[in-house]
């Protein structure tokens, strides 16, 4: 906890309104997967497929890591945000409307849902990134921690621009340069690897310390790993298959790390948030193997397995947003959740310390088997995504373990949120008395 401020903390339902609406897009592509039936796995450049994946990465990770990055950015650097309710909620609901707008776009091909999705996306991410970069162009701490989170909003800046682009192309504006897959999986990479990827390996520095008392990441790691990966997504766009090579094996030396750091940490109990952190490195470490296996193991005749992988791209990308992004995710909001509520009911009770009696235990606030519950129902999903992937016939069973999993996921946002205000109700009653 060293090196933290809560003194510049945001009032928490803004984070909470970016919270609250990540899991409805989940569920939105579960419907979206049982109205496209098997054709959606047919290929990665479909559209229903598009819209999909944008559900996942802009709907709901990126939603999560916005509303995230109100909170730690202040008690990480200690200075808060400049008008935060106007800058929030304009931000969070023109962004909500463009993933919206944008998903439609890629199912209905309007041109004016294009041109939406366009507008809204760009104010929506401009007022944010706008807000936040002013924060972090500030004399703010130059911790490894800040300095990722630098490096990852560079990325989620080349992953807007890009993606301004292609939506301008599809929307009929003429481009002085051709805009062909390379350039859309630069995009996508940049958007999965450098903003969601870089960010997530920037909060592990702070939140497994913070959380679970383990040892801070080696120096090297916390020092080199970002910006190691930030280059080689720089050279991805000169030498695409050498630089993709050196990124994979970036993130199975983290893997590595995170075992070792997990393993190390001094409160060794049972807990659901570390089983999410190592699924995370196991995946890791499993794209690495898949990622090097010769292209005879997939989609082929021959090949030395008992069953062909499916399209290798597909696959792998399957496995890093669900297995991968989407469990560390999850993680952290069994863990985030609790804390925020917690945190700001202790800020409520500083002027009257009888009102701490109010506050209830940590767990109250998202209780273990709760928590473990949404851990398993995670492993089914992803297993059932796999499964689909291999055998399109299975689609609906891969939406229904989705809506079974982030329909649960809400209620356990709902309950938190709700013991949060009661009980903020309580402190304002006895402040007032």
């Not at 419907?31 to 944008?54: D, K, P, V």
Request: aromatic residues 14%; positive net charge; proline residues 4%.
């Amino acid at each position: 906890m060293s090196g933290l401020s809560f003194n510049a903390l945001p009032p928490i339902d803004l984070p909470f309104r970016f919270f609250i609406s990540a899991p409805l897009f989940i569920i939105a592509c579960a419907l979206l997967i049982l109205f496209s039936g098997e054709a959606l796995w047919l290929s990665r450049w479909q559209a229903n497929m598009l819209a999909l994946t944008h559900g996942f990465t802009l709907g709901f990770l990126t939603m999560v890591m916005m509303g995230a990055l109100l909170q730690l950015l202040p008690v990480i650097g200690g200075i808060g945000l400049a008008k935060p309710r106007l800058m929030a909620s304009t931000s969070h609901i023109l962004y909500s409307a463009g993933v919206i707008a944008l998903m439609l776009n890629f199912i209905f091909a309007e041109n004016w849902l294009t041109i939406s999705a366009l507008i809204l996306l760009s104010l929506g991410f401009g007022i944010y990134l706008c807000a936040i970069i002013w924060l972090l162009v500030k004399k703010i701490s130059q911790s490894d921690a800040i300095n990722g989170f630098r490096l990852a909003l560079t990325s989620l800046v080349v992953v807007l621009l890009l993606g301004v682009l292609l939506l301008a192309s599809r929307a009929g504006i003429t481009m002085p340069f051709t805009l062909d897959k390379q350039f859309t999986n630069i995009h996508a990479l940049f958007g999965l690897v450098g903003w969601a990827g870089i960010l997530i390996i920037s909060v592990s520095f702070q939140v497994l310390p913070m959380f679970h008392v383990a040892p801070n990441m080696p120096k090297y790691i916390r020092q080199y790993l970002s910006v190691s990966i930030f280059i080689f997504l720089l050279v991805y766009m000169v030498y695409a298959e050498f630089a993709l090579g050196l990124i994979v094996i970036s993130h199975g030396v983290f893997a590595l790390t995170l075992f070792y750091v997990i393993n190390q940490r001094k409160r060794k109990i049972d807990d659901t948030s570390i089983k999410y952190w190592q699924l995370a490195a196991a995946t890791l470490l499993l794209l690495n193997v898949l990622y090097f296996l010769p292209d005879s193991f997939y989609r082929s005749a021959d090949t030395p397995l008992f069953i062909a992988l499916p399209d290798k791209t597909m696959l792998l990308t399957a496995i890093f947003i669900y297995f991968y992004l989407l469990s560390v995710i999850q993680a952290m909001l069994l863990k985030i959740l609790p804390f925020l509520s917690y945190t700001h009911l202790q800020q409520r009770c500083l002027i009257d310390f009888s009102a701490m009696q109010f506050i209830p235990h940590m767990h109250e606030f998202l209780n273990k088997k709760q928590g473990l519950a949404l851990y398993y129902l995670h492993i089914l999903s992803g297993l059932s995504l796999l499964a689909v992937i291999c055998e399109p016939s299975l689609y609906v069973f891969f939406a229904a373990c989705l809506l079974l999993e982030f329909s649960w996921l809400l209620l356990l946002m709902i309950k938190c949120m709700h013991l949060y205000f009661t009980v903020s109700q309580k402190i304002h009653l006895s402040n007032k008395a």
